[in-house]
């Protein structure tokens, strides 16, 4: 097996093959000019997506080396989940898997009085390159000569049929790793005080002000803690509107917060919230699923497909409503102990169940013997998306 990839990860690969050696795995690293390398961080993620397309032209350039010299019976684009900035992989003469793919889904724009203006407007603009997509001649070339697509949500797997894929998988582009998941559900907290878990970078799609609002809004009825983790550019002015809303004493923020240290943190939690008006896949709502909480989240793209015993899934329709109804979600967990532990041991097992790293990979097992030719059982690739989607 050949495998191309950037070499921001060369350290941690090099960590792993020295504890367990793959000598039939070759590792390709591809990079640009640091002016063009598209994994460099700059501001605003400028021209991120020409960066991105030079650096596939690159990587495919690698690949037809390899692809000329050796005997190769599939290709597998697995980087960046996009459809507008698409593989060249298809083009190398090979059956071609590709995905899984997301940015199939649209924030909703009705919803501007929770985003900034600024943020707004860019969604606006990527809501109409996600609406054309289908005038991209790369992306219907990647969609049509695919042998399996696997789409990260339901919104992504209609596009990559509008372009003319013909075998299309729901698969979400995360899953938790074995180590989150503990032998049982975290237990119940018997308190009056609910903590309220919210995780993710605070910037405009993830919509922190919404959870402020609705919890301003619970925290009139009970007494309640909302708990911010993670940083981002509107930590200050999140912190402004709980001073305004007058519940500043009752929302805590973490800022940044090692990613090992999640799991015990959550633990500490009663609830998940997550307000996200775009993303592909909802990786922290998963990992706050894995270790026992119940999730209120907005009922949009990647949420879609979680379990309903564990998800309340918040309609996102009406603005005037939004608010009232994400904290009346909040208020049925945090009214019931009962409830909480219903539902986030439904939200245990989902994960247990379908939302592991070896759920993805006997997916993608399944597509690799069927382009092969070997005998597939529909259920391995029924796997893919997770049983928590059923």
Not at 18 to 36: F, G, K, T, W
Not at 49 to 69: L, P
Not at 361 to 387: N, Q
Request: one cysteine or more; proline letters at 6%; glycine letters at 6%.
């Amino acid at each position: 097996m050949f495998v191309l990839t950037h070499p921001r990860g060369r350290a941690s690969i090099e960590r792993e093959l020295a504890q367990d050696p793959r000598p039939n795995l070759h590792i390709r690293y591809v990079e640009l000019p640091s002016l063009l390398d598209p994994w460099r961080m700059v501001p605003g993620e400028q021209a991120i997506q020409g960066r991105y397309i030079m650096w596939q032209v690159a990587a495919y350039r690698v690949a037809r080396k390899i692809v000329a010299r050796e005997d190769i019976d599939l290709v597998h684009h697995v980087s960046w989940t996009t459809m507008t900035g698409p593989t060249l992989a298809w083009a190398l003469g090979k059956p071609f898997i590709w995905g899984p793919v997301g940015s199939g889904q649209q924030a909703p724009l009705n919803m501007h009085r929770f985003l900034t203006p600024r943020g707004w407007f860019r969604e606006a603009i990527r809501n109409q390159q996600v609406a054309t997509v289908w005038l991209n001649p790369l992306a219907r070339a990647a969609a049509r000569k695919s042998a399996f697509a696997f789409a990260a949500n339901l919104d992504t797997l209609h596009r990559l049929e509008t372009l003319g894929a013909s075998s299309v998988i729901l698969q979400p582009d995360a899953a938790v790793d074995q180590s989150w998941l503990p032998a049982a559900p975290t237990p119940v907290h018997e308190r009056e005080r609910v903590v309220i878990a919210w995780a993710s970078r605070l910037m405009t799609r993830k919509a922190p002000g919404l959870a402020v609002q609705a919890f301003a809004r619970l925290r009139e009825q009970r007494d309640a803690e909302l708990w911010f983790i993670g940083d981002g550019p509107l930590i200050e002015e999140t912190q402004a509107l709980a001073a305004e809303l007058g519940v500043q004493r009752d929302v805590k923020f973490w800022g940044w917060v090692d990613h090992n240290r999640m799991p015990t943190l959550l633990a500490e939690a009663d609830m998940f919230l997550f307000t996200s008006f775009r993303d592909t896949c909802p990786m922290p709502a998963l990992e706050a699923m894995a270790i026992g909480l119940p999730i209120v989240a907005l009922n949009l793209h990647g949420v879609q497909t979680l379990s309903d015993e564990a998800v309340i899934k918040v309609p996102v329709k009406d603005p005037d409503r939004l608010v009232d109804d994400v904290a009346s979600a909040l208020m049925e967990l945090a009214a019931s102990s009962e409830v909480r532990a219903r539902r986030g041991a439904a939200a245990w097992r989902s994960v247990r169940d379908g939302h592991l790293w070896n759920h993805r990979y006997t997916g993608v097992d399944a597509a690799y013997e069927a382009v092969l030719g070997t005998p597939v059982d529909e259920s391995d690739l029924d796997e893919a998306h997770g049983r928590a989607a059923d």
